[in-house]
C-alpha cells in the first residue's frame, strides 16, 4: 500500500478556504485516493474520493495533478465545526483491499 | 449514506475478563468488514479484515488468540478481547464495504467507535 504524508497540523481562521495536501509517490496505477474526517472520540467519515484530475462534491473538492503522487483536500469557508482530523489515504478497493490510515492532518479553525 | 452501528459506545471492564464488540452494517450486506485500535493522539491502526464465514485476517503483531473476530453473517462482525488487560484500553473502530463494490465511488463506512477501558 502507498505511504501518504500530510502535515501534522494546520491552523485557519473561519471562512477561509484550506488546503491540505497529501503526498503518495509510491502511488500504484489502480489506487484511489481517499480522504476522511475524524472528530474525538467518533469514527472517521467519508468525505471525497477520486482518481485523477478534479472531484467535487457538496463539501469539499479534491485535486489530483497528472503524476497523482499529490493531492489537495479543499475545503470552502471553513466554520468551527471543520476543527477534525483529515486523513488521506491510497489504496486499490477494486481489489477489495483495505485502506491504511497515515498520520492525518489536525485543523484547528479559530473564530 | 450507509449505517454501520458498533455496540456498546464505551465499555468499562475488570482486568482479565472478557469484552464483545458488535459491529452491524445496518442497510447494507458487507461481506468485508475491518477492525481498527486508535489510542489517544494517534491514527487508526488496521487489526484485522474480517470475512463473511471465513476466519479473519489478522495483521502483523495483532494476536489472534486474544482478539476474536467473528463474521458470521453479511451484517454482523464481533470483536471479543479476551483476559482483557489495561494496556488493551483503546478506542475500537469497525468498518464495512458494501458487498460487490465495485468501480468508484464505493467508500467503506465507518462505526461510530467502542471506548475500551480496563481497570
Known amino acids: 500500500l502507498a505511504k501518504t504524508t500530510q502535515p501534522i497540523s494546520m491552523d485557519s481562521y473561519e471562512g477561509q478556504e484550506v488546503n491540505i495536501t497529501c503526498s503518495h509517490n509510491n502511488i500504484a496505477t489502480n489506487d484511489y485516493i481517499t480522504w476522511y474526517q475524524q472528530f474525538p472520540s467518533q469514527g472517521p467519515r467519508f468525505i471525497i474520493q477520486?482518481?485523477?484530475t478534479k472531484v467535487t462534491n457538496e463539501v469539499a473538492s479534491l485535486f489530483i495533478p497528472a503524476d497523482r503522487k499529490s493531492s489537495t483536500l479543499s475545503l470552502p469557508r471553513v466554520s468551527l465545526s471543520d476543527t477534525a482530523v483529515y486523513y488521506c489515504l491510497v489504496g486499490d478497493k477494486n481489489a477489495g483491499n483495505m485502506l491504511t490510515f497515515g498520520g492525518g492532518t489536525r485543523l484547528m479553525v479559530k473564530p | 449514506g450507509a449505517v454501520v452501528s458498533q455496540h456498546p459506545s464505551w465499555v468499562i471492564c475488570k482486568s482479565g475478563t472478557s469484552v464483545k464488540i458488535e459491529c452491524r452494517s445496518l442497510?447494507?450486506?458487507?461481506?468485508?468488514m475491518f477492525w481498527y485500535r486508535q489510542f489517544p493522539k494517534q491514527s487508526l491502526m488496521l487489526m484485522a479484515t474480517s470475512n463473511e464465514g471465513s476466519k479473519a485476517t489478522y495483521e502483523q503483531g495483532v494476536e489472534k488468540d486474544k482478539f476474536l473476530i467473528n463474521h458470521a453473517s453479511l451484517t454482523l462482525s464481533t470483536l471479543t478481547v479476551t483476559s482483557a488487560h489495561p494496556e488493551d484500553s483503546s478506542f475500537y473502530i469497525c468498518?464495512?464495504?458494501?458487498?460487490?463494490?465495485?468501480?468508484?465511488?464505493?467508500?467503506?463506512?465507518f462505526g461510530q467507535g467502542t471506548r475500551l477501558t480496563v481497570v
Open positions: 477520486g482518481y485523477k
Open positions: 468498518s464495512a464495504r458494501k458487498a460487490g463494490s465495485r468501480g468508484m465511488n464505493t467508500e467503506a463506512f
Open positions: 442497510d447494507f450486506q458487507a461481506t468485508t
